[in-house]
């Protein structure tokens, strides 16, 4: 199930407790607790990706149905939580803690790569254009700004500037 969809079940037995059987709640709670241990599972596995390198990869793993990023802010982002803690540990289901601060950083990473998709696009264009090389040359030092790190970028603009 769905966190958002998730989320729903669990405000409703936080606003009314007593209506649900308690096999109900720790069924919700253990459901819970697996979207948890999941994300947290994706998000240890894209930051692995992306300490190795493999950004792309990262990228992927955080994109894949249901996206990582939407998942996660479900799962912290409802009012009722600290209650909903409670429930679930009388119920005796423990809610593991979800790594959010891994989950910004990768959303800053996406962000970034937003942003150095759109400069590739850009270049492409003025390339296929075969707009003045001054264009290409200054979209290439925007991308090399966007991302130091990537290698490509330098080469090509050393190859555009010799």
Same mark, same amino acid.
């Given at each position: 199930?769905?966190? $958002?969809q998730l989320? /729903?079940?669990?405000?409703? /037995?936080?606003?009314?407790?007593?209506?649900? $059987?308690?096999?109900?709640i720790?069924?919700?709670?253990?459901?819970?607790? &697996?979207?948890?241990?999941?994300?947290?599972?994706r998000? @240890?596995?894209?930051t692995?990706? @992306?300490?190795?390198?493999?950004?792309?990869?990262?990228?992927?793993?955080i994109?894949?149905?249901?996206?990582?990023?939407?998942?996660? &802010?479900a799962?912290?982002?409802?009012? *009722?939580?600290?209650?909903?803690?409670?429930l679930?540990? &009388?119920?005796?289901?423990? /809610?593991?803690?979800i790594?959010?601060? @891994?989950a910004?950083?990768?959303?800053?990473?996406? *962000? /970034?790569?937003d942003?150095q998709?759109?400069?590739?696009?850009?270049?492409?264009?003025?390339?296929?254009?075969?707009? $003045?090389l001054?264009?290409?040359?200054?979209?290439l030092?925007?991308?090399?700004?966007? &991302?130091?790190?990537?290698?490509?970028?330098?080469?090509? @603009?050393?190859?555009?500037?010799?």
């Open positions: 199930m769905a966190a $958002p989320v /729903i079940q669990i405000q409703a /037995i936080v606003r009314s407790p007593g209506s649900y $059987p308690q096999d109900q720790k069924k919700v709670a253990q459901n819970y607790a &697996d979207a948890c241990s999941q994300a947290n599972k998000l @240890l596995q894209s692995l990706y @992306l300490k190795q390198g493999f950004r792309f990869e990262a990228l992927r793993r994109q894949e149905k249901p996206a990582l990023l939407g998942e996660v &802010d799962l912290l982002r409802f009012s *009722e939580r600290e209650q909903w803690a409670k679930s540990n &009388d119920a005796g289901v423990s /809610i593991p803690r790594d959010f601060q @891994l910004e950083e990768l959303n800053e990473l996406f *962000e /970034i790569s942003v998709r759109k400069l590739a696009a850009e270049f492409r264009t003025l390339n296929l254009q075969r707009s $003045p001054e264009q290409r040359i200054a979209k030092k925007e991308m090399c700004a966007a &991302d130091p790190s990537n290698t490509l970028w330098r080469r090509c @603009l050393e190859s555009h500037t010799v």
